[in-house]
């Protein structure tokens, strides 16, 4: 018995043949599709650093999704979409210009 740690392989052994082993893979990024309607931001789901929220107008009014520090601000006319890419972890609280009751969130990890 030995008290060394086992090592993973580098290698596999498939069918009498080494093949490398990949590290695991980061999980992709994501885009993820947030309607307004009805002078509601739908809830935005779970983020992660690469991923990438479009926000889509299906209102008849004209919104923004403007961050409460500023960081962004999408202007979007009715039927009008805007994008932003999540590039760093943390909380972004938003609102519309035009009708400032309108307010959400979005957290990436």
Known sequence: MSLLPRR????????GALLPVA???PAAAATHVV???????AP?????????VVFLNND????????T???FNLDLMPGAKG???VNSAGKADFYCKYHPGMRGSM???
């Open 8 to 15: 993973i392989p580098l290698f596999a052994v498939v069918a």
């Open 23 to 25: 590290p695991p893979m």
């Open 35 to 41: 309607v307004i309607d009805k002078m509601k931001y």
């Open 44 to 52: 935005v789901p779970p983020l992660k650093v690469g991923d990438t």
């Open 60 to 67: 008849m009014f004209r919104h923004t999704v403007t961050e």
């Open 69 to 71: 520090k500023n960081r």
């Open 83 to 85: 994008s932003l890419k």
């Open 107 to 109: 957290i990436a990890k």
